[in-house]
Nanobody, 118 residues
Framework: QVQLVESGGGLVQPGGSLRLSCAAS????????MGWYRQAPGKERELVAI???????RYADFVKGRFTISTENAWNTVYLQMNSLKPEDTAVYYC????????????WGQGTQVTVSS
């Protein structure tokens, strides 16, 4: 079981920035990806961004140019730098750790609330 601990959510004004962090109890190997998903009230959970051990990334179209996902050399922490935040970015953001080879082998954090409001 992989434990994921998220931090960095909060309340920010439109146009502001936040940085989310997710620390995993186990480092990524080559067959793992880590990333961020979000779920707004009444909506489905959706992909925000993912990264692998080679620092290859994938972003949802709605965050391209505004959000940046990164990791560090130990490959057990991922960050999501969120700039130019919009009210529609308001959601609970969940960290995800997934084995791309074994279907269903994935883990979720508890979620951190991001609220963009004036």
């Amino acid at each position: 079981q992989v434990q994921l601990v998220e931090s960095g959510g909060g309340l920010v004004q439109p146009g502001g920035s936040l940085r989310l962090s997710c620390a995993a109890s186990r480092s990524m190997f080559n067959h793992h990806v880590m990333g961020w998903y979000r779920q707004a009230p009444g909506k489905e959970r959706e992909l925000v961004a993912i990264i692998d051990r080679g620092s290859n990334t994938r972003y949802a179209d709605f965050v391209k140019g505004r959000f940046t996902i990164s990791t560090e050399n130990a490959w057990n922490t991922v960050y999501l730098q969120m700039n130019s935040l919009k009210p529609e970015d308001t959601a609970v953001y969940y960290c995800n750790y997934r084995n791309v080879i074994v279907a269903g082998d994935e883990h979720w954090g508890q979620g951190t609330q991001v609220t963009v409001s004036s």
